[in-house]
């Protein structure tokens, strides 16, 4: 009743073969951007912005870069943390090398730092897929880790060990470092998530991303049609390590504001994955529905109850919020493995017939 | 409708033929010495008992086994050794005797699949999917709605294939395979499953392809009247070894595929 496409004839394959074929769909996607770009700026706080949305944005596209190779091609990998960690460190050393070019482009281009990497780690899946590739590239995720741990040029040799974001600007405006507003970082990391999500969802609507799905799907069948697997898994691999690279240099520039090895740990690896688990394999909208859940939930685990004055103590909330968080994520499993994605296309099937049953 | 690839074969000339092919797996022979060839727009039928080697056939044919006996000709070129993905680029197509589908794609999508070789726009246009990349993506789109309306699965366009039934899901197959406009396309078992209904619907299909498009067909299936009303020949293998080949007429009456399939009294 509510989404119905009734009246909206398609009268040529161009828009039949569009993103959004409905027009609910693209009015809904222009309002959420309207607020994204404006009304959040101009009226959200410091602390939505900084502490909410920007993490939520940089998990969000590294969510995006493992679905790519995880949920798309077919391929797990364990090692999204260390590529995260290659494209900030190769970011540090760009920047720190060529102060003169606009961070914006060193973000940028970490990401083929990222890539390049991830296609050498990505070589394994020649031979074996499944398990066993995931544990080739916790193998990445452990050697990658060892690197930003102990080789101190990639930390131009702090006595720290930690990489600091430098102060760079752009049209004379402060978009890193510890004077950067929050607003302009905002905006920053909306931009390019925005298009890199755009990108992505070129990518998987096309030629490309229905070799990779054939890939995930049935890869015997998929080389029968001509469709050469190596090239096509090393393609997946390069394009999920950049988004990564992306992600985690946005993490630490535009972010954290500096960074210590444990940030690009394993564990930082099985949240992306918990993420695109939850959220939903093969979904664009999963990533953000899961880095939302994962990312999100426990902030409002930990504001909400201190809104209506609970005397918990911090250590409390902290346990309380693994807890819940844990339960909720076993719920989700079960009652929808197919993840958080699912759970919105059931819901538009739902409000598309409403109020009839079919 | 279809693009001739390398040298034109007329209708009737050999397309394809193995000469002696030997394949075993460690001490077990698959295929023993085995030869026969295929023409130019025939239907071609494999039949033999189970185990008698038909899909290792097909695999040989397509590149998925390499033999470590015999002579492939394939359009007048002996081939060398051949991966899957190269007979493909070479105009093979197949089909699968267990479905073989993209199942979490919608059978558009699964048919589009089928056109991924003969796309060329690279991956920064993919990225911007407007201009020559939509061009592109529309072109193949208006060939893939010709098979979908040749094989009459509209209402199922954009269902996910995995939720199709039984029967229609090797149709899309069928349209997958024929969307790589093959020079020579290889069924294996394409009625297998079936109810009668759907396997003459099925039978309609295979000869208007070969009809329509003059494609090439070497099929592998079971139900002998099937085999008998479709092909032009049938090649006979038993244990690995042929045994017969020819009309489906003198098959039928060859003493050793009746022993074949009936036993023989000791």
Avoid at chain 1, 7 to 33: C, N, W
Wanted: proline share 4%; with cysteine.
């Amino acid at each position: 009743m509510f989404y119905r496409e009734a009246g909206q004839f398609k009268t040529t394959y161009e828009s039949d073969q569009s993103v959004f074929p409905i027009r609910q769909d693209r009015i809904g996607l222009a309002i959420i951007l309207v607020v994204a770009f404006v009304v959040v700026p101009l009226f959200g706080s410091s602390f939505l912005v900084n502490a909410v949305l920007i993490p939520f944005l940089v998990f969000s596209l590294a969510a995006i870069g493992l679905n790519l190779l995880t949920g798309y091609t077919g391929l797990l990998s364990l090692g999204s943390g260390a590529f995260m960690g290659v494209g900030a460190y190769a970011c540090y050393k760009l920047t720190t090398y060529f102060p003169g070019v606009n961070i914006l482009v060193w973000i940028v281009c970490s990401g083929f730092f990222s890539a390049l990497v991830g296609v050498f780690f990505g070589l394994p899946s020649m031979r074996i897929k499944g398990f066993y590739l995931a544990v080739a590239t916790l193998a990445a995720q452990f050697f990658l880790e060892w690197c930003f741990l102990r080789i101190p040029w990639l930390y131009n040799n702090n006595i720290s060990g930690a990489i600091e974001v430098p102060t760079r600007t752009l049209f004379g405006l402060i978009i890193t470092g510890p004077n950067a507003a929050p607003q302009t970082r905002y905006l920053i990391v909306l931009t390019i998530v925005t298009l890199m999500t755009l990108a992505a969802s070129n990518l998987m609507h096309g030629r490309i991303g229905r070799m990779w799905m054939a890939v995930r799907d049935m890869d015997i069948a998929a080389e029968l049609m001509g469709i050469r697997l190596l090239p096509t898994k090393l393609t997946a691999f390069a394009v999920s390590s950049f988004y990564c690279g992306v992600a985690g240099a946005m993490l630490v520039f535009l972010w954290y504001g500096g960074a210590e090895p444990n940030v690009f740990s394993i564990d930082q690896s099985f949240l992306i994955l918990f993420m695109i688990i939850v959220g939903g394999l093969g979904s664009l909208l999963g990533s953000f529905l899961g880095a939302a859940l994962i990312f999100i939930l426990p902030i409002i685990l930990r504001t909400v109850p201190a809104q209506f004055g609970l005397p918990i103590h911090a250590a409390t909330v902290e346990h309380l919020t693994f807890m819940i968080v844990g339960a909720l994520i076993i719920f989700f499993l079960i009652v929808e493995p197919h993840g958080l994605a699912r759970l919105w296309q059931i819901a538009k099937q739902k409000l598309r017939v409403w109020p009839f049953p079919y | 409708m279809r693009a001739p690839s390398g040298q034109e074969i007329a209708a009737g000339d050999v397309l394809l033929s193995l000469e002696n092919v030997s394949l075993a797996f460690g001490g077990v022979k698959a295929l023993s010495d085995v030869s026969f060839d295929i023409r130019k727009s025939e239907i071609r039928a494999i039949i033999g008992p189970n185990g008698a080697g038909k899909t290792s056939m097909l695999n040989v044919i397509n590149g998925f086994y390499q033999p470590q006996l015999g002579r492939i000709t394939f359009k007048g070129k002996a081939r060398a050794k051949m991966r899957p993905d190269e007979a493909a680029r070479g105009g093979i197509a197949r089909t699968f005797q267990n479905v073989a589908l993209f199942k979490g794609m919608s059978a558009l999508d699964n048919i589009m699949a089928g056109r991924s070789l003969k796309m060329h726009r690279g991956f920064f246009w993919q990225l911007l999917r407007h201009g020559p990349a939509m061009k592109e993506e529309v072109e193949h789109r208006l060939f893939v709605e010709e098979i979908i309306e040749f094989l009459h699965i509209q209402h199922i366009r954009k269902v996910q294939v995995g939720r199709l039934p039984y029967g229609l899901q090797k149709r899309v197959e069928l349209g997958r395979a024929l969307a790589m406009e093959p020079d020579l396309l290889l069924l294996d078992e394409p009625m297998a499953g079936m109810n009668l209904e759907e396997k003459e619907d099925m039978s309609r299909f295979v000869l208007d392809v070969n009809d329509h498009f003059g494609t090439t067909i070497a099929l592998i299936e079971h139900d002998m009247g099937v085999v008998m009303d479709l092909s032009d020949r049938v090649v006979v293998l038993d244990y690995g070894r042929k045994i017969a080949d020819g009309t489906p007429d003198v098959v039928k009456a060859d003493q050793a595929v009746i022993d074949a399939y009936l036993g023989v009294a000791h």
